[in-house]
């Protein structure tokens, strides 16, 4: 079973939680290249991070900016940063109250397959929603989780967008949990058209601590991954 690390990194400006990904990204990326020159292997370290942005619009590298619908002015006005991001995936908004996953993992000591890693980080919100009766789903062709896909009334809950390099992964998902759901009227979301976004609070009709969400989402993770979750010093 895999050791990953879990940090709680607490509210954090995205460009200082992007430059720390980096970091624990590359660390694990220069092992796994160090290991094929060496006879003595070096085993991954694994990490997975939670963390809150201040408003922020994030921009995946092949997300079409129009899909931005504030110019810089406005921008300031409101408060809301914007980044352009080497993830995969298109545009979408990070906020307080939004629980934001980010596993640094080396997918060679899990399963070398993007789109089982995907659909297993789907597989954690999955099952954390449904604690709270709501039936998250996959839309085909579309990435996150979603609830009554199929319908008129389809909507994200989940968002996710991630890079990979030599196996290693940053970025991750971003679960709507008490988000304030006005700011993704400035953007189209993922650059989906006629497709609504909600949170645990506008479907439930009330707050959700968020602490008790975070307990659920680590515990999915342990059992969907199979690994176990330590702290640093563990």
């Known amino acids: 079973m895999n050791q990953v690390v879990f ?7 995205y460009k200082e939680a992007w430059d720390y990904q980096n970091e ?23 990490y997975f991070l939670f963390t ?3 408003p922020v619009y994030t921009l995946g590298k092949s997300g079409d900016l129009s899909n931005l619908l504030l110019n810089e002015e406005q921008l300031k006005k409101k408060g809301i940063s914007f980044f352009k991001s080497n993830r995969g995936g298109d545009i979408t908004f990070h906020g307080p109250e939004q629980i934001v996953g980010y596993p640094i993992i080396d997918l060679e000591a899990f ?3 993007i789109r089982w890693y995907m659909r297993s980080l ?23 989780v979603w609830l009554d896909v199929g319908t008129p009334f389809a909507r994200k809950i989940c968002a996710l967008g991630v890079r990979t390099s030599r196996w290693v992964t940053m970025h991750g998902f971003a679960l709507n949990v008490n988000t304030n ?4 009227d400035h953007i189209i979301p993922c650059g989906i058209r006629g497709k ?9 009709n009330r707050k959700v601590p968020i602490q008790e969400v975070k307990a659920l989402i680590l515990e999915n993770f342990e059992k969907v991954f199979e690994a176990k979750l330590c702290n640093e010093n563990q």
Do not use: M, W
């Open 7 to 13: 940090k709680d990194l607490g509210l954090k400006d």
């Open 24 to 46: 624990l990204f590359q660390g694990i990326i220069d092992i796994k290249l160090a290991n094929r020159k060496s006879e003595i292997k070096q085993k991954s370290p694994h």
């Open 52 to 54: 809150e942005h201040p």
């Open 111 to 113: 399963k070398p397959d």
């Open 122 to 144: 789907e597989e954690v919100i999955i099952l954390t929603i449904a604690n709270y009766g709501l039936k998250g789903v996959r839309s085909e062709g579309e990435t996150g």
């Open 181 to 184: 759901l006005g700011y993704f």
């Open 196 to 204: 609504a976004v909600t949170s645990i609070e506008a479907e439930l």
